[in-house]
């Protein structure tokens, strides 16, 4: 284990704040556990913390490319330093994340003492986007802090479909990993599902398999891995002591990565689900109507104040640059929501930077470690 995972190690032996005891490990123990195991103590902390129709086949597209809709009226412009006078909670998925973290550090430890070996996470990378460069980057790093070994293949853009499936293969048979992902979204001129159908069932901590998606979607069946990024909406709702059940949940964008694993999460959480989408008619009539809003489209301050239900609680996973000369890069990364309006009606919201992402990593690191404990029959 590296010096970053004893000091977090060392840095849980100090901390107050309880381990995290919700979804995580708990994971493989079945989500009603999980939902129960998030129970008050942890929302306490938190609180006081801060058609098959026949001309659509099953490749409709994943992206939000809405048609014209009539101008919303202008951003608020965005001032520095500006304080809205909201009483909305800022969900912190850092500190969510961090507890996360340790707890997978704990459980490497504990790993290493009794069976000699520490999870490992493959990364294959294709290209070379900017994002999703400093997103491998990112899952490198929390390896790195919780003790779990990584291994990287980074092949250039124009490299052949069979050079990327040939890294999975080699991950596949490598029994020091634990978990195999691709990077998405792959080259454009990829057969994407040709590639993650390489990635071995018990080894795909992304949970894109279509049996685990499968077995995610039937009620009496249990996935061996579910999205890391619906993992975290849940994680972020349970931690901050939002009950779903009966619900009202309106979740925008229904990719593979977010959108629909996490309406199949919700609703195993008993949660009513609303899924829309580009091609959805009123899409903010529907999401005034929700108790919950979670935003995955992609498209930067699509979400307006008017959008949602007074109290509602929302959850950013959009991560969008949008130009800003003030800053040193010239951009800046904003969500779905326009945060500025919707801190003023939700009762609660995750921010951009700072919210959903940082517990998408960290989740990546508890799938591993679920598979290396299944690995060496340490699972509960
Ligand atoms: N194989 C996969 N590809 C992609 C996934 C995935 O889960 N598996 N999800 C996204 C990208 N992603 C992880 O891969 C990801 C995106 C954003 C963040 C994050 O921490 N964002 C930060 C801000 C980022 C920054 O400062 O640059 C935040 O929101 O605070 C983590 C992971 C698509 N591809």
Redesign the pocket.
């Known amino acids: 284990m590296g010096g970053a995972a004893v000091a977090l190690l060392a840095a849980t032996r100090r901390s107050s704040i309880p381990l995290v005891t919700s979804s995580l490990p708990r994971a493989a123990r079945g989500l009603h556990e999980a939902a129960a195991a998030a129970g008050e103590d942890k929302a306490r902390t938190r609180r006081r913390r801060s058609s098959s129709s026949s001309f659509l086949g099953p490749d409709i597209t994943d992206t939000w490319d809405p048609p014209p809709r009539p101008a919303a009226s202008p951003l608020p412009p965005r001032a520095a330093g500006v304080d809205y006078e909201s009483t909305a909670t800022i969900i912190d998925?850092k500190s969510i994340a961090e507890d996360i973290r340790l707890q997978v550090a704990e459980e490497v430890l504990q790993m290493k003492n009794a069976v000699g070996h520490v999870p490992g996470l493959a990364v294959v990378l294709v290209g070379d986007r900017k994002?999703?460069q400093?997103?491998v980057r990112?899952?490198v790093k929390g390896c790195e802090e919780v003790g779990i070994k990584s291994l990287l293949a980074e092949l250039p853009r124009n490299c052949t479909e069979d050079e990327v499936v040939d890294s999975v293969s080699r991950f596949n048979e490598d029994p020091s990993v634990h978990g195999v992902?691709?990077?998405?979204?792959l080259p454009q001129h990829m057969d994407e599902q040709k590639i993650l159908n390489a990635i071995s069932l018990d080894k795909d901590v992304?949970g894109f398999h279509p049996l685990n998606v499968g077995n995610l979607a039937l009620r009496s069946r249990k996935p061996l891995f579910v999205?890391?990024?619906a993992k975290a909406c849940l994680e972020l709702l349970l931690q901050s002591g939002i009950d779903l059940m009966g619900k009202h949940v309106t979740i925008i964008g229904r990719s593979k990565?977010v959108g629909l694993p996490t309406s199949l999460l919700l609703q195993r959480h008993h949660a009513t689900v609303s899924v829309i989408h580009a091609y959805t008619e009123n899409p903010e009539e529907i999401t005034r109507g929700s108790d919950i809003v979670i935003s995955a489209a992609g498209v930067a301050n699509l979400v307006r104040g008017s959008w949602l239900k007074q109290g509602a609680v929302v959850i950013d996973v959009g991560?969008n640059p949008v130009e800003d000369p003030a800053s040193d890069f010239g951009y800046r990364?904003t969500g779905d929501v326009c945060f500025e309006e919707a801190v003023n009606v939700a009762s609660a919201i995750t921010p951009?930077?700072?919210?959903?992402?940082?517990v998408?990593?960290a989740m990546?690191l508890a799938n591993t470690l679920d598979s290396a404990k299944r690995v060496y029959g340490l699972s509960d």
């Open positions: 998925g994002d999703s400093s997103y990112f899952k992902l691709v990077q998405l979204p992304d999205s890391c990024a990565v991560t990364l951009v930077p700072g919210g959903v992402g940082p998408t990593i990546l």
